[in-house]
């Protein structure tokens, strides 16, 4: 297992959060045992074998503009981050990258057993926004979810994210990449929001 931390933080009431660098091939159990469940399909991945989860991550990590990391409470895989540059990315087609923009996407992992506990997502969104604003020294934050996962949209409009455009993101048919078309909801996240002065 990879132990390359990126990003640690403690969260108030729920532990030590951290960011590390995904192991494509040692972590792809847990991904797949994530995204094949009915409530991810927004994620794109239903119905694909463990392999073919890890082909995609192992494909991922020989870009430069496209990163995928594991998020774990305690030493506890609680969700996957991937972040992006939107200017090597189809959502460039759909608004104005500014400079210092940097795209997430964010999966977070099924609830424990308990229930999960009041609180703990926005919390995992604070750490998160913690390591690509401030760690990674970024000016806003791009998300684009599925016009459909009204949950997620909700959570991030709950985090200080501001709405932007309902767009259609284009398909992408390439020998190593294929995304279909998606309509999305764009939301943004300032710094100065996320962390006021």
Not at 154 to 168: N, P, S, Y
Request: hydrophobic content about 45%.
């Amino acid at each position: 297992m990879s132990d390359t931390y990126v990003h640690e933080q403690e969260v108030d009431g729920f532990g030590t959060v951290r960011v590390r660098t995904l192991d494509a091939k040692a972590d792809a159990e847990v991904l797949h045992g994530w995204v094949s469940e009915e409530r991810a399909a927004f994620w794109g991945m239903n119905g694909l074998t463990r392999d073919q989860v890890a082909e995609i991550y192992a494909h991922m990590d020989t870009l430069d503009t496209h990163h995928a990391y594991l998020l774990e409470k305690d030493g506890e895989p609680v969700g996957l981050l991937q972040t992006y540059e939107p200017e090597a990315d189809r959502v460039s087609e759909c608004y104005p990258v500014e400079s210092g923009d940097i795209g997430v996407h964010l999966l977070l992992a099924p609830a424990a057993a308990d229930g999960g506990r009041p609180g703990w997502s926005s919390a995992l969104l604070g750490a998160v926004a913690s390591y690509v604003l401030l760690g990674l020294d970024r000016k806003r934050v791009v998300v684009d979810p599925d016009v459909r996962n009204e949950k997620a949209i909700a959570r991030f409009l709950r985090q200080g994210f501001v709405a932007g455009e309902r767009v259609v993101l284009p398909e992408i048919d390439l020998p190593d990449v294929h995304l279909p078309e998606k309509h999305a909801q764009l939301a943004f996240l300032v710094r100065e929001v996320a962390f006021p002065a």
